[in-house]
Each structure stands twice: as structure tokens, then as C-alpha cells.
């Protein structure tokens, strides 16, 4: 597995820090709010992976005890700026979601937001988040995916290459597939626009942690 210090991804989120919460802002309100409903969701010891530059963090219920983690230190320096802002306990570290450095069982939820489109292996990121859940874990997954119109999905692919080149974000990924390959168990999987961005609901498999674990 490539090393996330060289992970090209790291790179262009480093070099694109000090500018992440405007382009953010570009895209960003539809996002943002749906992205704040589903972090009021949260309780007891939750995971964010590609937590970026904080901005999430004041949206927190209190109690939580949050441990927030992305590929890029710079990022991370932002969200420091930012955490007298959460309400409960929080720690913040750089960390690769496709080899996560904690125990089995460790989290009562991990949430992601926009981050699977930039993952090298989604499929192990999702192992790995089924991994360090709990027995009864919930992941909460706010994720864009190639559209399953014919057309636009054409479209995404074609594109895609393109976008990868300027934003290091891949438009057409089947989420939904990667999710089962890794073994987590899809609960709940609701469509937020056009087909294009889904909230998963997912459930930790015990089998498939044994099955990674062996």
C-alpha cells in the first residue's frame, strides 16, 4: 500500500489549505447543511475522518468525544484554530483512513464527508472504518457518486479524469458498491441530489473484521 506521507492526495490538500474553506464555500451551502444534520446525529466516541480544516467542529453535540483526523498537516493546523470551538472532548491527528492506527472496536460512529473521492482504496478505507466500530457501530457516510442515469453518468466518467487533475476528486465513484466490497453493511441509503450525493447509514459486520483480522 503506498505510504499516505507520499499519497499524492496529501500533497494537493497541503498545497490547497490555506485556501480549502473558500473553494469549500463555492459548493458549498446545500452541502453544509446537510452535512451539519447528519453531525447532530452523533454520540459518544466518534471518529471524522477528513475532519480538514474544522469547520464542523462547532456543529458537535455536546458530550461527544470526537477524534477528527485527515491526511493533510496543514489542514489539520487549520482545524486547530478551531477547536475552542467543540463542545465535548477532541483530539485531532494526521492519520490515513486506509490503515488507522487504532484498536479494533473504538468507536461508537465514524462520519465522513466528501472524502471517499479522493481515497486511493476506498474499499480498505471502508474495511478499516468497519474495523475500529463498535459491535452495534454506525457509520454515517455523506458522499457524491457516479449519477446511474445513462447519460450523466457518461458524462462523470468522462470528466472525471480531468477533475482528478485539478481537484484530486473522482466524480464517478459507485460508493455504494465500494461500501459492500469492504463488508460494512449499507442500513439506510438515502438520495440527497439528483443521484449525484447520498447520506449511507452503515452498520459494522462483525464477520468481515474477523475475516480482515485473519
Known amino acids: 500500500m503506498m505510504n499516505f506521507k507520499e499519497d499524492p492526495a496529501r500533497e494537493r490538500y497541503d498545497r490547497n489549505a490555506w485556501c480549502f474553506d473558500f473553494q469549500d464555500s463555492l459548493f458549498g451551502q446545500l452541502l453544509a447543511k446537510k452535512k451539519h444534520e447528519m453531525i447532530k446525529q452523533t454520540k459518544g466516541t466518534v471518529l471524522e475522518v477528513g475532519v480538514g480544516t474544522g469547520k464542523s467542529l462547532s456543529h458537535y453535540p455536546k458530550g461527544v468525544e470526537l477524534v477528527g483526523i485527515d ?9 486547530e484554530a478551531r477547536a475552542k470551538d467543540f463542545p465535548g472532548r477532541l483530539t485531532l491527528k494526521v492519520a490515513d483512513v486506509q ?3 487504532f ?3 473504538s468507536f461508537d460512529m465514524v462520519v465522513t ?3 471517499f473521492c479522493s481515497v486511493t482504496d476506498p474499499v480498505q478505507g471502508f474495511r478499516e472504518i468497519n474495523r475500529v466500530l463498535k459491535s452495534g457501530g454506525v457509520g454515517l457516510h455523506l458522499e457524491h457518486v457516479r449519477s446511474k442515469h445513462p447519460l450523466i453518468g457518461k458524462i462523470m466518467d468522462i470528466l472525471n479524469p480531468l477533475v482528478v487533475r485539478m481537484a484530486g476528486a473522482n466524480i464517478n465513484r459507485d460508493t455504494a458498491e465500494n461500501i459492500r466490497k469492504s463488508g ?9 441530489l439528483s443521484d449525484i450525493l447520498k447520506l449511507f447509514k452503515t452498520g459494522k459486520n462483525e ?3 474477523k475475516s480482515v483480522r485473519g
Request: charged letters at 30%; hydrophobic letters at 40%; a negative charge.
Open 71 to 79: 491526511i493533510s498537516p496543514k489542514m489539520l493546523a487549520r482545524a
Open 99 to 101: 490503515s488507522l492506527e
Open 103 to 105: 484498536p479494533d472496536n
Open 113 to 115: 464527508s466528501c472524502v
Open 184 to 192: 460494512l453493511r449499507i442500513l439506510e441509503e438515502k438520495d440527497l
Open 207 to 209: 464477520n468481515a473484521s
